[in-house]
């Protein structure tokens, strides 16, 4: 059946490769992209899927509610789902206002005028660093949808209220609101200030390798279509008032991830630098899906081993795309951040 389905953030990683993915699997649906174009957005990102006439862009801001009431009142949407978010933890722990305006406040005028307008789903994209950490030496323990929240970073703690919140219209207004909590994802369109295109893209150009600490906090790695994947699957087979844990058992230290990819380049592990660690850095996630497995049918499908090396080939044959990003206002992040690291 013919959908309206808004993406909010569709210009960002994970956003864009949901966009690319619902063109293809449901062809017959308009995907209407709303994205403010900040820092972590590449609009070149999205020139395939502008040639679509399925797909229609928006320049705007989530915390804008007259725009986004706009929006609702010219798309009439069936299905919201809201990528749109600042999303990098250490950008929160310089600043951490805006975090709290875009991902909370941000997330109230999406589901306000969900309220007004009407949809039949909102679908909150969260993340497993709700949940806080696990120990390094307790490899029976994960997050289950039943852990309790118990969060470190602004960031985590705005994507916490966000849910949260989510939740909170499902039971006082029964908005028709779901929740999943992704663990970290890596594949194409990832901005180069996370740590796998951030690693690539320093190898690539010889440049050192900022490990925090020792390089030992571990990350559950999952393919982005997979994420993707599980976000239709919650949309098509889940429950409303519902959260699902989305994750793949792929549990890597850092310092693995970064010997993966110079290996995979043919650069010397020289290269690799350790610097002052993340403050209230989080060392271990680890989801357990079985929820998402048993009730949506839902299973990843790309293995760590293929999807690492797809997604190093990726930003090796795309780094107009990598400039784009990296010109600009990045040299001056990355300055900011790395410097005083390697200085501290
Ligand atoms: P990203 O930073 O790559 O993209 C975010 C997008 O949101 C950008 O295009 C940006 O321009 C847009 N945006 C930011 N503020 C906005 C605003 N006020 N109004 C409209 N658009 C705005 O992020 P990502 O990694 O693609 O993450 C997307 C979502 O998935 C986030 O909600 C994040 O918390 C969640 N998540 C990410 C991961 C991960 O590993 N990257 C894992 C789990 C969950
Ligand atoms: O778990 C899901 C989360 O994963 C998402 O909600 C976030 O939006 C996403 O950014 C990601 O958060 P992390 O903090 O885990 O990702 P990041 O890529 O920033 O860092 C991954 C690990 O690598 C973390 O332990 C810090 C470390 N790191 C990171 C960078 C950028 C380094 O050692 N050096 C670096 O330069």
Known sequence: MKKTVIVTGGAGFIG???IYLLLEERPEWKIICIDALTYAANIHTLNKAIENPNFKF???DIRNRDGIFKIFEIEKPDIVVNFAAE???DRSIENPGIFLETNILGTQVMMDACRKYGVERFHQVGTDEVYGDLPLDRPDLFFTEETPIHTSSPYSTSKASADLLALAYYRTYGLPVTVSRCSNNYGPYQFPEKLIPLMINNAIKDKTLPVYGQGLN????????DHCLG????LERGKTGEVYNLGGHNEKANIEIVKIILKELGKPESLISYVADRKGHDLRYAIDPAKAEMELG???TTMFTDGIK???RWYQNNMVWMEECT???YVNYYERMYERRINQ
């Open 327 to 329: 010109s600009g206002d």
């Open 310 to 312: 797809q997604t190093i």
């Open 218 to 225: 571990v990350r559950d790695w999952l393919y982005v279509k």
């Open 231 to 234: 976000i239709l699957a919650v």
């Open 16 to 18: 864009s490769n949901f």
């Open 87 to 89: 999303s990098h933890v």
């Open 58 to 60: 928006y320049k705007e």
């Open 298 to 300: 839902w299973h990843p």
